[in-house]
């Protein structure tokens, strides 16, 4: 592990990472059925790791039901998918059941809107907040995972499919983008999109979905987020942060977190928060931190 790398223990295989209202964060623990809250303050002070740098570490933790995989705080609560049960849950404070999807995973908020992807129904779902009234309902391509909403737009990629469809306008724009398409970000204009089984990253015009640039060599390429100047990529083996120039394309280099072995596809998230970047490592249950000055 780098020596700027911080880790923190959450137990369960740690998938989805949200951004928390109280400034820590959130971990959703897929086989514990559980959010974790993770913070960097607490009432006995700050700790530090071996060497020096801030660790987070779990002050709290909810049960929610059978393999939660994403989770996105607001206003109006903590909302989890729970993919094995089937519902989307909200947590504020108390555990409730908003609505029943057959197989729910990303979550994003848009505004007033919160979307959600259904796996087994091949649709983005917007529901309205803070009621979680269902808006409409989106087709989009076999095995959609995850939902990204920028400031140009809401995306939904679809791994089985191939493809990345613009959910928000008045109509949904669908494009063949590459093979096992999961993580997006918006930077610089364009949609990053990360092709997990053709080991690329690649660049969407934001507006049209047309490629526009390619990385190469970023193998099972799975979470991304950005900083101000960088794409940040995540690989399951380590796990890896690549940092990427956001107008060219070019690598800038990568930091290995941690040193566990690559694993199957699902298994990492990716998010950027006070300073930090912040990555899950499900199979070795901790949830790892390093400073952005610490980026290539």
Known sequence: ????????????????LTVARDGGVWAVATQAGAVRHLSLEHHDGPRTASAGAAEPWVDRSTRVGDVPLRAVD???GLWVSVFG????????????RVGSFHEPEG????????WVVDQARSEAVELRLP???VARRVEVGTGPRLVHAGA???????YGAGTVTRVDGP???????????????EAAGRLWVACSLQDSLVGLDAQTLRPEVRLNDV????????????????????????????????????VRMADAPPVGDGNVDLLVHRDRVWASSAMTDEVLTLSVEDLP
């Open 1 to 16: 592990m780098s020596h700027a790398v911080a880790s923190t223990r959450v137990p369960g295989y740690p998938i989805g």
């Open 74 to 76: 607001t206003p109006d």
């Open 152 to 158: 140009s737009g809401v995306w939904v990629s679809s």
């Open 131 to 133: 009621d979680a009234t």
């Open 171 to 185: 109509r949904p724009v669908t494009r063949t983008v590459c093979d096992g398409p999961q993580g997006m970000v």
């Open 219 to 254: 193998v099972a390429v799975d979470a991304l987020a950005a900083t101000r100047d960088s794409v940040l990529a995540l690989l399951p083996d380590g796990p890896t942060v690549v940092a990427v120039d956001p107008e060219d394309g070019t690598e800038r280099g990568r």
């Open 85 to 96: 049960a089937g519902v989307l849950r909200r947590l504020d404070p108390r555990l409730e």
């Open 107 to 114: 979550l994003a908020r848009a505004g007033d809107s919160l």
